[in-house]
């Protein structure tokens, strides 16, 4: 499970709203009068409440399981009923099936003899229906077709962020539901866009957020069809930001491009805020797609996935990245995961294993849950960065040589085939 054990997959939400401070026995006590008691005998496609974490009939939210220096641990659990269509299907056949033997029957004819039966009428269909869906309701009265999902919750209440592995909507919309029923607060997953938008306002300088445009790092591509060419500007529409809530989600796609560029020219070397020393590493993945919407979509795994020709190929072909593997080091430690740029998801991340051997279980989900949040916070400060430059008069320079490492690129691909 997420955060407790195993690797780590996790999206960003913002707290908002008249929400708690800080972890008190209020607060607790909330969690557990909104722990889930299955409704019997009512179909209710999604029901939520709270668990302790552990699994999905955790009721313990107790202070020395569920707190961690500040930060709560708790998990959401999710039940759905879902009748497969296909039941539903053959169940409809079977009344239908027995409704028109008994039409036959009744005109007292063989329904076995192989003569073609005689159609329902729409009474008849409408009554084979209802027949049908009694079948399999009486089965979900009974607990059949219903399935349960864990989703855990590390809610660090200093900062108002929430981790959750919450990465489609339905579980988005359950959890956030779920939230204002149980605090009386909002939470928002709000993406690379609403993110910079954040960041951007407690600097004084949100008002350049909404100016901004996409940058053309190549040349347009050449379009495959006819109605391509009428959509390809000189500047990328970045379809899938454009399809998305935020169009500014594209921010974070130059921002791992930007970091992937650090990588490659500047040794990707940072000096954190707080005194450390960071060097970062693209590795074993990079998905990309076209940021003008013409040359599709392209993926990559393997070392070192960022040098090859590949990739220079596709970058000249105006592709973008959408999710990167990276490796971060601070000397000490050590994280590799996949950062999905324009949503500003953490995927599959590899937590260090501590030098010492933690002294009870409390304490080593508490160094988990530390060094999660301690990668979170790096990419938070790491995108702030680049941020500063995209909104600063440095931005032009920069781009210039985001544009010649690109090139640059391309060239070594086509001195290496000749």
């Known amino acids: 499970m997420p955060f407790t054990r195993g690797s780590v997959t996790y999206a960003r939400f913002r707290v908002g709203g008249d929400a708690p401070a800080r972890v008190d026995e209020t607060l607790l006590g909330a969690l557990k009068a909104g722990r889930l008691t299955p409704t019997v005998g009512v179909p209710i496609d999604v029901e939520t409440g709270w668990t302790g974490g552990e699994h999905i009939l955790d009721h313990d939210f107790s202070w020395d399981r569920c707190v ?30 027995v409704l028109k033997k008994s039409f036959a029957d009744r005109a007292g004819t063989d329904a076995d003899a192989g003569l073609p039966a005689r159609p329902l009428g729409r009474n008849a269909k409408r009554e084979a229906k209802e027949a049908a869906e009694r079948r399999w309701l009486e089965e979900v009265a009974d607990g059949r077709y219903r399935t349960s999902k864990l989703v855990p919750m590390l809610w660090d209440l200093g900062s108002g962020t929430i981790l959750a592995p919450a990465t489609s909507d339905k579980v988005v919309t359950a959890m956030r539901d779920l939230f204002q029923t149980t605090f009386g607060a909002k939470i928002q997953a709000p993406g690379s866009g609403g993110l910079a938008l954040d960041l951007l306002a407690a600097k004084g300088v ?14 347009a591509p050449t379009p495959r069809t006819l109605d391509q060419s009428a959509e390809v500007g000189e500047r990328p529409d970045i379809p899938w930001a454009m399809a998305g809530p935020e169009p500014k989600d594209f921010l974070g796609n130059v921002f791992l491009l930007w970091l992937w560029w650090h990588a490659e020219v500047n040794e990707g070397v940072f000096d954190l805020a707080d005194g450390r020393g960071l060097s970062i590493m693209v590795d074993r993945t990079i998905d990309m797609e076209c940021a003008w919407g013409v040359t599709g ?26 999710k990167i593997g990276f490796t971060f080091a601070d000397g000490e430690v050590e994280w590799a995961f996949d950062l999905q740029g324009d949503l500003f998801r953490v995927g599959g991340l590899k937590l260090p294993r501590p030098e010492d051997r933690p002294g009870s279980e409390h304490e080593a989900i508490a160094q988990r849950l530390e060094s999660t949040t301690d990668l979170d916070g790096i990419l938070v400060e790491l995108y702030g960065r ?14 210039d040589e985001l544009r010649s490492w690109i090139a640059a690129k391309g060239e070594a691909r086509v001195m290496a085939t000749v």
């Open 68 to 97: 961690f220096d500040g930060r709560l641990h708790v998990a959401m659990r999710m039940d759905s009923v879902r009748v497969p269509s296909e039941i539903k299907a053959a169940y409809l056949a079977q009344e239908q099936t």
């Open 297 to 322: 979509r392209q993926s990559l795994r393997g070392d070192g996935p960022g040098r090859s020709a590949e990739v220079a190929k596709a970058l000249q072909q105006g592709k973008w990245p959408r």
């Open 206 to 219: 949100a008002s350049a957020f909404d100016d901004a445009m996409p940058d053309a790092f190549t040349a």
């Open 386 to 399: 680049f941020l500063d430059e995209r909104f600063s008069g440095i931005w032009n320079s920069r781009r």
